[in-house]
Every structure is written in structure tokens, then in C-alpha cells.
């Protein structure tokens, strides 16, 4: 930790500068942001995000039923991050799940952060788990950066887990 109290990528927290203070959301965020081993100071960088899509599945035959939306979603939750156990529904990932009549599913999702390594797996990982579910026909997993991730978006269970960590 610097002297002006900030965590930069490699420290080890041990003990917070002002914990009577410090709200538990701002304690989680700060832990999940170095579990992923990411600072939450705000670097000036000219990476582009990676724009990408994944695709699996095949279309449907005519006459076979749709497949319902809660078992798209518990499809999704088969998925997680490699650095963090946690699914990638539950860390917030999932923007948006379009189901088409034909049972197509177009996924549109995101990342921690545009650096992050596993940028081309995980989509796809999502994209085949979804293609497995029974009345699923083709499916695209968009990557999207806007808005932006942030911990807010983890479910309550999520946050809990990450508090056992």
C-alpha cells in the first residue's frame, strides 16, 4: 500500500487505513479487484477492447419446443471465471439474453476489465454451455464493453461468496 493509502496491483491487504469508516461495498470491491489482480486506480492506457463474438449451437428443427429462459440461465451459471469461482451470471457478466422464435439466443456479455486475458474463452465457453441446453438452436455471445463492469453488478450471492474468499 502507498503512503497515500492506495493498493496498487501486487499489494496483500491485510489491514485497512480506516476500517471504522470504510463501507463493507468499498471493502468488497477492493477485494474482488485484487483477487483479480487489477488496481482500482484508474490507468490511462490506449488499449482497445477486444471486439468479439463466439458462436455455437445448430437451428432448431422444425416442431421442436423452445427451450425455457431459466434453463438458459442455469446453462450460463455452468461458466466461471477462472481467477474468481464464481459464475459469470452471478459476477454480472450477462448484459443481455435475446431468445429468438426459432430458439436462436443472442448473449450479449463482458468482462472485469478489457485487458483481461481470458477475453476470447470465456464467450465461448458461454456460447457452447447455452448450445447444450435442450430447444436452444444457434447462439452468439457478443462481447460488449459498455457500460462498463463494476462490482455492483454481482447478484447478493455472489458478494457473499467473494466475502469467503
Given at each position: ?9 501486487d ?13 463493507p ?10 483477487a483479480?489482480s487489477?488496481?482500482?486506480?484508474v490507468?490511462?492506457?490506449d ?6 463474438s463466439a ?14 429462459m ?9 461458466v466461471?471465471d ?19 422464435d ?6 450479449e456479455?463482458t468482462l ?14 458461454v456460447?457452447d454451455?447455452v448450445?447444450?441446453?435442450e ?11 459498455e457500460?462498463a ?17
Open positions: 500500500m502507498t503512503e497515500d493509502n492506495t493498493v496498487k496491483k499489494d496483500v491487504v491485510t489491514e485497512w487505513p480506516d476500517a471504522e469508516n470504510m463501507s461495498i468499498g471493502a468488497t470491491e477492493s477485494r474482488l479487484l485484487q483479480m487489477v488496481s482500482d486506480e490507468e490511462s492506457t488499449v482497445e477492447p477486444l471486439e468479439f458462436y455455437a449451437g445448430d437451428a432448431l428443427a422444425d416442431g421442436v419446443q423452445k427451450a425455457k431459466i434453463d438458459i440461465v442455469e446453462q450460463i451459471r455452468t466461471s477462472p481467477e474468481i469461482p464464481i459464475n459469470v451470471y452471478d459476477m454480472g457478466l450477462i448484459y443481455k439474453i435475446d431468445q429468438q426459432n430458439g436462436d439466443i443472442y448473449i456479455m472485469t476489465a478489457p485487458t483481461c486475458p481470458i477475453a476470447g474463452v470465456l464467450p465461448q465457453q456460447a454451455a448450445a447444450l441446453t430447444g436452444v438452436g444457434k447462439v452468439e455471445v457478443k462481447l460488449v464493453w457500460p463492469w463494476t462490482p455492483d453488478r454481482m447478484t447478493d450471492e455472489a458478494k457473499e461468496m467473494l466475502e469467503l474468499l
